[in-house]
């Protein structure tokens, strides 16, 4: 089976630096992550969420979790920044 994420890690010289986590951000209106480590902020403007070696913060507005599982979860609204710390 076809995994997009294993491709692109095949062609990167440093593909162990890309073990951490996976965002995709579809046209700024959807946020699909994999490799979180739980939510810690969750409002209308702003979700936060830890990673392997940091915090991931998404700000933005209407905001809301579609789904969230153990390591993946999907952010709907509009997504204007999305920073590591």
């Known amino acids: 089976m076809f995994n997009f994420f294993d491709e692109i890690r095949k062609k990167s010289p440093d593909a162990e630096l890309l073990n951490s986590f996976n965002l995709v951000n579809i046209s700024g209106g959807l946020l699909y ?3 979180h480590y739980g939510v ?3 409002t209308s403007e ?3 969420f830890k990673v392997k070696k940091g915090r991931i ?3 933005g507005e209407n905001l809301k ?4 599982s153990e390591n993946t979860m999907i952010i709907q609204g509009k ?3 999305t920073e590591l710390f």
């Open 40 to 42: 810690t902020v969750l």
């Open 46 to 48: 702003m979700v936060a």
């Open 33 to 35: 992550v994999e490799g």
């Open 65 to 68: 979790l579609l789904e969230l």
């Open 79 to 81: 997504i204007v920044k």
């Open 57 to 59: 913060v998404v700000e």
